[in-house]
């Protein structure tokens, strides 16, 4: 290494460890002068030789790069939500489901729940490669550039990390930073941020990253993900994450007892607001990985996890009137439309009056004094009425009879709370809803389609369900509001590229009442064609993994209309996937028909969510749980003692890793 190239990488190293210092730690080591003037003098060195540029030099942090359009990047691991629980007794029936499943005894990791944008951050050999939005938990979007302007994101890690890994935490906005910002917007005549989580999750959309790099971002971090990073507990991941030069928030806790945890989010409960970031609740992890694997995942969430949530903030205004909403199924949803009040840092003008069944409960009028609630929901709810300034002259509220868009009179099915319309065919809001869930990010994800050209489409005649989507023309669109020549091509190029989507996705995104994303999958990769579900009875659904009855009534509906048919019919004539393909059979058997398969313990061939693929590729139902239901037992290393004595007393076979794999061959 030359003279200069040594400068450069010594005024580097310097700079990263009082950034770390000051950022990090908290600990500022040098004047921010003599910090200025360290970071000129490297900027002008890298100026004179860009021959030694590193995208990963303090000098990067003032962003300047512009991102126009964002890339969508699907997470090598899947960026799970949780699980929320509002009470002891909650946490207590989630320990109790643990137990069931884990042996041993458990220890928590409580750790606090802070109110910002999730990220997912990439380091390989040290070096940070990628941050990514959490998006739909499945893929999101790539906004390294932005996320490179926070101090306190290291760009080059210390220590014994590991080769590669991810790391997931919160960009947030300090309360001080946060009121600074309102300040000078004030100054400048412009409309103060109404909170700091949207303003931190605004911020990392913004295309210019030298914006970025203004605000007073913080990245906290508190999960690593990979495989094999030799580290036996979450604890230990917190303290090996602030060895690696990560700002990882002190405020966690063992715990050995839900008696421990709840003292955790007593403390907390009344002391957040001292903290310098929003915080809503406590997160509880089981602490041992090895039981983390054990549980694995539902759904939606963690089994090992748990998201405590601080009791929501309430406020009292007035009901102004209430009107209805018409959903995508023709549900009625009845909303509350309020006097403007403040509520957890936003301006509530609406809140869900849920059903029929609420309104009379609460006897909700017009004019009436209500308590509105907001705990982490988009929409807040209304908790109860001031019956103490209710007028005299007040009226109970009659619920409306007809739909209040296509005045059809509305039905309500024995044991469901919602009224329907049922004018499926003809009512605008239920027809724009359906082609919008079908454009969706998590169904056809339709790039240059949003959710009001959808409606400008059907107000103008030119689509009437989402096949008609495939038959629509440049010359079509471009007439309409707001669409330029650009907008236009991007509109009709994306629903051209929509059509290589997966068949599960297109099965979701067909709005079929109760199929979501989880039931789509189970049914796609059970059937392989929608020809098979087409031909399948109710009786034959109800027999696959987790399809019930009212899922099965609701599929074998969805195509008794003969509409639908048609629909299908016309969408395999664009050229949509409507089966799945060569490459996603490709591997798959039915070697394991009919086996329901419990896994348990440590594996050295395969990983646990490999042997999980291979069983429900090859026909197997993986459990979580051993009962006289199981087929048999993958026993790995480490296999907890209680699972082995209850196998024992079922008669349920344990195989190794090796035989299970043979019997594959």
């Known amino acids: 290494m030359n003279t200069i190239e040594q400068q450069i990488e010594d005024l580097r190293k310097e700079l990263r460890l009082h950034n770390h210092n000051y950022y990090v730690l908290d600990n500022a080591t040098i004047s921010d002068y003599d910090f200025d003037l360290k970071l000129k003098e490297l900027q002008s060195l890298e100026?004179?030789?860009?021959?030694?540029?590193?995208?990963?030099?303090?000098?990067?942090?003032?962003?300047?790069?512009?991102?126009?359009?964002?890339?969508?990047?699907?997470?090598?691991?899947?960026?799970?939500s949780l699980d929320n629980s509002y009470s002891r007794e909650d946490l207590e029936d989630w320990e109790k489901r643990i137990k069931k499943l884990v042996d041993g005894e458990v220890q928590y990791t409580c750790e606090?729940?802070?109110?910002?944008?999730?990220?997912?951050?990439?380091?390989e050999h040290g070096k940070l490669v990628k941050a990514v939005t959490r998006g739909d938990g499945f893929q999101g979007d790539n906004v390294t550039a932005n996320v490179k302007t926070i101090k306190s994101v290291p760009l080059q890690l210390k220590g014994d990390y590991p080769s590669k890994f991810d790391i997931r935490g919160e960009i947030i906005l300090p309360f001080e930073g946060f009121i600074k910002m309102n300040e000078e917007r004030v100054v400048l005549g412009e409309e103060p941020y109404r909170n700091p989580r949207n303003t931190a999750s605004g911020s990392l959309k913004l295309q210019d990253s030298a914006e970025v790099a203004k605000r007073p971002l913080e990245c906290l971090l508190y999960n690593l993900t990979s495989n094999n990073l030799g580290i036996s507990t979450q604890f230990e991941s917190l303290q090996k994450a602030r060895d690696w030069g990560f700002k990882v928030p002190k405020a966690a806790k063992l715990a050995n007892s839900i008696d421990e945890v709840l003292e955790f989010v007593n403390y907390w409960d009344s002391h957040r607001h001292d903290l310098p970031y929003e915080t809503d609740g406590v997160v509880v992890k089981v602490n041992n990985l090895q039981q983390q694997e054990e549980l694995g995942y539902t759904?939606?969430?963690?089994?090992?996890?748990?998201?405590?949530?601080?009791?929501?903030?309430?406020?009292?205004?007035?009901?102004?009137?209430?009107?209805?909403?018409?959903g995508r199924t023709?549900?009625?949803t009845p909303v509350a439309n309020l006097e403007p009040v403040e509520l957890a840092g936003t301006t509530v003008k609406r809140a869900s009056l849920h059903n029929a069944d609420q309104i009379e409960k609460l006897d909700i009028r017009e004019g009436d004094t209500v308590y509105v609630e907001k705990g982490g929901e988009i929409i807040p709810k209304v908790l109860g009425v001031d019956l103490s300034k209710r007028k005299a002259d007040s009226e109970p509220t009659k619920y409306i009879t007809n739909c209040p868009e296509c005045d059809t009179e509305l039905i309500r099915k024995e044991g469901e709370a919602q009224h329907y319309c049922p004018n499926y065919n003809g009512c605008n809001?239920?027809?724009?809803?359906?082609?919008?869930?079908?454009?969706?990010?998590?169904?056809?994800?339709?790039?240059?389609?949003?959710?009001e050209t959808v409606a400008l489409?059907?107000?103008?005649?030119?689509?009437?369900?989402?096949?008609?989507?495939?038959?629509l023309t440049k010359d079509q669109v471009i007439p309409l509001e707001r669409m330029a020549e650009k907008s236009a091509d991007n509109l009709i190029n994306g629903i051209s590229e929509s059509k290589n989507i997966p068949f599960e996705r297109v099965l979701y995104a067909l709005g079929i009442r109760y199929v979501g994303e989880t039931v789509a999958k189970k049914l796609a990769?059970?059937?392989?064609?929608?020809?098979?579900?087409?031909?399948?009875?109710?009786?034959?659904?109800?027999?696959?993994?987790?399809?019930?009855?009212?899922?099965?009534?609701s599929v074998t509906r969805f195509f008794e209309t003969q509409e639908n048919i048609d629909i299908i019919n016309r969408l395999k004539g664009f050229g949509v996937q409507l089966q799945m393909s060569e490459e996603q059979l490709s591997g798959q058997t039915d070697k394991l028909k009919g086996d329901i398969v419990v896994v348990s313990g440590v594996f050295y061939q395969v990983s646990r969510n490999e042997l999980k693929k291979l069983i429900e590729n090859n026909g197997g139902k993986v459990s979580s749980s051993i009962s006289s239901k199981t087929s048999y037992i993958v026993?790995?290393?480490?296999?907890?003692?209680s699972k082995k004595t209850k196998a024992e007393t079922l008669g349920i076979a344990l195989i190794s890793e090796e035989k299970f794999l043979q019997k594959l061959i």
Do not use: C
Request: proline share 3%; hydrophobic share 40%.
């Open 299 to 326: 759904a939606k969430a963690p089994r090992w996890a748990m998201a405590y949530k601080f009791k929501a903030e309430q406020v009292s205004t007035r009901l102004n009137t209430i009107t209805y909403q018409v």
């Open 47 to 80: 100026a004179k030789h860009p021959e030694f540029f590193d995208a990963n030099s303090p000098t990067q942090r003032v962003g300047g790069e512009v991102t126009r359009n964002f890339e969508t990047v699907v997470h090598e691991h899947r960026m799970y």
């Open 112 to 123: 606090l729940k802070y109110d910002g944008a999730s990220i997912s951050l990439t380091y």
């Open 635 to 641: 026993a790995g290393d480490k296999m907890g003692p």
């Open 330 to 332: 023709g549900a009625i």
């Open 457 to 471: 489409l059907v107000n103008e005649g030119l689509i009437n369900n989402y096949s008609d989507l495939f038959q």
């Open 429 to 451: 809001p239920q027809i724009i809803g359906r082609i919008q869930h079908f454009i969706s990010r998590k169904a056809m994800d339709i790039d240059g389609l949003g959710g």
């Open 525 to 553: 990769k059970h059937y392989k064609s929608i020809d098979a579900i087409i031909g399948a009875s109710q009786e034959e659904l109800v027999n696959v993994d987790e399809i019930g009855v009212k899922i099965a009534e």
